[in-house]
């Protein structure tokens, strides 16, 4: 076997373990990946309906806090929570790469989620994501899985549960 030949193969064989690693590890879920501070969450695409630039968001009184108020949405209204204030973090002023991911609960009822920026959407391997442990009174609750991909970590957010008492 020549070096040329020696060389050719093994870049190959690295080049199919690449491959094998995110090609063939079965089902994938489609994400769209958001930011929170320095943070990479997903919700699954199936869940999603639009994404939408921040407008104007009318306040709601008497509201929770994690309400921020409420848009119109082509003559639907729909509330809009701060994700921050959902995971127990410090809210930010609203800017330019700020977005709402208008999420579709059921037929029904939608929900808009501010966050700090849209990224992308990603297939994610099944396998890749870990489920957590959670407790009924503790943000992981909603917390479907972590995945580690692509030297990414990513926190994959149960929409359902996580406006489960939005009924």
């Not at 991911?101 to 501010?114: A, K, N, P, Q, Y």
Request: glycine share 6%.
């Amino acid at each position: 076997m020549s070096f040329y030949t020696l060389q050719k193969s093994e870049s190959n064989a690295a080049l199919l373990n690449d491959y094998d690693d995110e090609a063939f590890l079965g089902p994938n879920i489609r994400c769209v990946m958001f930011a929170l501070d320095r943070e990479t969450y997903g919700i699954q695409v199936s869940k999603i309906h639009e994404v939408l630039r921040v407008g104007q968001i009318r306040r709601v009184p008497g509201a929770g806090r994690q309400v921020l108020g409420v848009i119109n949405v082509r003559g639907v209204i729909v509330t809009v929570v701060d994700a921050r204030v959902l995971f127990n973090m410090n809210p930010k002023p609203i800017d330019d790469l700020c977005r709402i991911i208008i999420v579709e609960l059921d037929s029904e009822r939608t929900v808009g989620i501010l966050v700090d920026f849209v990224m992308e959407v990603k297939d994610i391997p099944e396998k890749k994501f870990e489920p957590l442990s959670s407790t009924k009174d503790n943000p992981s609750r909603y917390i479907h899985g972590i995945a580690h991909f692509q030297e990414q970590v990513i926190i994959l957010i149960d929409v359902d549960t996580l406006f489960g008492h939005y009924e």
